[in-house]
């Protein structure tokens, strides 16, 4: 793609003309209440070679199915009582659930990265839906950024991270959440790990599923789940208790900075304004970024977790 990427309005010929673009094997920006996703139809490898090409992403990570709610997935997985509790529970929300891939479904092998299970989830944001309703496929959406990038919460973030090779982007504003979903893993003699924390909590989790199972493998089974991620591409310094020189300060509650995710230390505020000061923090001319103690209870937990990975080197 050459010239500056589409913004399409969220509208119903927008929607309607993204759906065209997908439908025949294209790519699409799409806005979903967690990150922004870069969305193709799962069923064409074609096309979903085209976000591996536009991410740089590596083939052993596999990537999130959006649905259209129950029907849909049942079409592409199997699932057992406990997923029907949590998707009625979660769904539509920042909720994806891995389960055993059914036989035959029609998903490109790249999807899934040659498991034997599928990541899915049914987005709130009401573009998605929308989009999702006007289409009847599902549709693979991981974030809209190059691979181990900050993930986008703005259609802007998008174009910056993926330059000339960004499709059409929905303009459907910032995203609300700001964190990509809770990940679940559900195995089918009913035990379950907490793959990649999010909006919704682990005890959250553990109120309809009780305890978790802790034993996880070696393999990739699920998006972030590698130890270097949402990288913005400079050194992050984590816990600092104030600014030095040179460095661009992501502050926290009373703890000021070039930018504060929360002044009044919602947790809930702060994973909406991550994404949006890491971007900050890439785009500033200062060499370092550092950030403010985050509590880790609640969605603190989540926001912890994209911090160490976007500190990892």
């Known amino acids: 793609m050459s010239g500056k990427p589409a913004?399409?309005?969220p509208d119903d010929a927008g929607i309607a003309s993204a759906a065209a673009r997908l439908r025949e094997g294209g790519l699409v920006a799409i806005p979903t209440?967690?990150?922004?996703?870069?969305?193709?139809?799962?069923?064409?490898?074609?096309?979903?070679?085209?976000?591996?090409?536009?991410?740089?992403?590596?083939?052993?990570?596999?990537?999130?199915v959006h649905v259209t709610g129950l029907e849909m997935a049942r079409e592409l997985a199997e699932m057992g009582p406990l997923a029907k509790m949590l998707a009625e529970r979660f769904w539509p929300g920042p909720l994806t659930i891995v389960l055993p891939l059914r036989d035959g479904a029609a998903i490109a092998p790249a999807v899934t990265a040659g498991l034997d299970t599928i990541a899915l989830r049914q987005p709130a944001h009401p573009v998605a839906a929308k989009l999702l309703s006007e289409l009847g496929l599902p549709l693979a959406a991981p974030s809209a950024n190059r691979s181990n990038g900050v993930s986008p919460t703005r259609p802007e973030h998008v174009i910056a991270s993926l330059g000339k090779n960004a499709p059409p982007v929905i303009d459907g504003g910032p995203c609300e959440a700001g964190v990509e979903?809770?990940?679940?893993?559900?195995?089918?003699?009913?035990?379950?790990?907490?793959?990649?924390?999010?909006?919704?909590?682990k005890d959250e989790l553990r109120a309809i599923l009780g305890e978790d199972t802790k034993s996880r493998g070696a393999t990739i089974e699920a998006p972030g789940q590698l130890a270097r991620h949402y990288s913005p591409g400079k050194p992050v310094l984590l816990n600092q208790a104030a600014a030095q020189a040179g460095q661009f300060f992501i502050g926290f509650g009373k703890i000021e900075g070039d930018v504060n995710l929360s002044p009044d230390a919602d947790l809930a505020k702060a994973a909406a304004a991550l994404y949006a000061a890491l971007h900050a923090g890439a785009a500033s001319n200062k060499a370092v970024i550092a950030v403010a103690p985050i509590p880790v209870d609640g969605m603190g937990e989540a926001i912890n977790d994209r911090l160490r990975r976007a500190a990892a080197r």
């Open 181 to 201: 979903s809770t990940i679940v893993a559900l195995d089918r003699d009913d035990g379950w790990r907490l793959l990649r924390p999010g909006p919704i909590s």
């Open 7 to 9: 913004l399409i309005a």
């Open 33 to 64: 209440e967690t990150v922004y996703g870069l969305a193709a139809r799962a069923d064409s490898a074609d096309a979903v070679a085209q976000i591996y090409r536009t991410k740089g992403r590596p083939d052993f990570n596999p990537l999130i």
